[in-house]
T-cell receptor, first 112, second 118 residues
């Protein structure tokens, strides 16, 4: 248990659905991240939030919409996804003066 | 942009033996951090070990140690006395030490799948 909790653990959605992934951390960290992990590819950074402000969007399609209402919560809103968006989505958090990131267990997303 | 390369997609080791996983990286920065993360079937990415680039001494955590060669931009992980629970995907990662909004991100290699044989 790393202190970063992601829900749901598994999600199957149709291409016309709208769903949201949730990430919560109780570590007092100020930065939160979304990563995408696909088979045979390195983890891809999607978004970075520092003190609730988005500081990086790694050219992510607009069908992925992040939201960070406070430093402890991070959401990823999904709509009109494509089958190639099926992947493991990992949330992480870190603190400015502590270099390592702590990860949640991920949400396994399948788009049908 | 920084890149991290893990040239061994898969490795295997006998229980109780030693295995070394390779990692090379490319950066123009002089101050940074390097990490090895472990991802077991439970999917949770767990930090194994961390190395600060300014430190010449190689990091060690129990059975895990690194061989950090800054000039060669090499960062290998040695697992001694391998245990069945060590079986997992291992990822090498880089993070800049420069704090400029977003630079705290980790850059990962593709990973090495480690199998431990009983």
């Amino acid at each position: 248990e790393t202190g970063v909790t992601q829900t749901p653990r598994h999600l199957v959605m149709g291409m016309t659905n709208k769903k949201s992934l949730k990430c919560e951390q109780h570590l007092g960290h100020n930065a939160m991240y979304w990563y995408k992990q696909s088979a045979k590819k390195p983890l891809e950074l999607m978004f970075v939030y520092n003190f609730k402000e988005q500081t990086e969007n790694n050219s992510v399609p607009s069908r992925f919409s992040p939201e960070c209402p406070n430093s402890s919560h991070l959401f990823l809103h999904l709509h009109t996804l494509q089958p190639e968006d099926s992947a493991l989505y990992l949330c992480a958090s870190s603190q400015v003066m502590v270099p390592q990131a702590f990860f949640g267990q991920g949400t396994r997303l399948t788009v049908v | 942009a920084q890149t991290v390369t893990q040239s061994q997609p898969e490795m295997s080791v006998q229980e109780a033996e030693t295995v070394t996983l390779s990692c090379t990286y490319d950066t123009s920065e002089s101050d940074y951090y390097l990490f090895w993360y472990k991802q077991p079937p439970s999917r949770q990415m767990i930090l194994v070990i961390r190395q600060e680039a300014y430190k010449q001494q190689n990091a060690t955590e129990n059975r895990f140690s690194v061989n950090f060669q800054k000039a060669a931009k090499s960062f290998s992980l040695k697992i001694s006395d391998s245990q069945l629970g060590d079986a997992a995907m291992y990822f090498c990662a880089y993070r800049s030490a420069v704090l400029q909004g977003g630079s705290e991100k980790l850059v990962f290699g593709k990973g090495t799948k480690l199998t431990v044989n009983p």
